[in-house]
């Protein structure tokens, strides 16, 4: 098997795994990395959603080998330190999550959004976020707190 070397939250980690494994599967099972959950494993869902290189994807869809060239990855682990990015302090204060399944890529979806547009209208909202489904459609919290966060920018 070959060892991938991968920048993942500020720090460089190597894995030992098969060619082709899914990049949610090494940050899950091999360096601990639980926040990015596994729901649809076809990349339609966004429960998945990290950043590389400030973009957002799918980790279920991307191969271990597509990043491992010194590509900054980023975790809903690596986007703060202490919870206090404005869309997690967002989250939190408009009480968005139910189950909470989704969240962590809810959260790095919209935090891609500001990074990209810090003061979005709700439409650019809407269609930023309409590939992150919700099971028990929270929505309307989502986008209210996506409105707040942009407001602390």
Known sequence: MPVFS???NSSTREVNV???TSLLWVLREHLGLTGTKYSCGVGQC???????EGSP???CTLAVETV???????TIEGLSEKGDHPVQKAWAAHQVPQ???CQ???IMQAAALLEK???PGREEILQYMNGNLCRCGTYMRIYKAIESASKEL
């Not at 966004?46 to 590389?52: E, F, R």
């Not at 491992?68 to 980023?74: D, H, L, R």
């Open 6 to 8: 991968l920048k993942v």
């Open 57 to 59: 994807m799918r980790a």
């Open 99 to 101: 189950c909470g399944y």
């Open 104 to 106: 962590s890529g809810q």
């Open 117 to 119: 547009n810090p003061k």
């Open 68 to 74: 491992a060239k010194g590509q900054k990855i980023t």
């Open 46 to 52: 966004g429960s998945c959603t990290i950043h590389v």
């Open 18 to 20: 098969d060619s082709g």
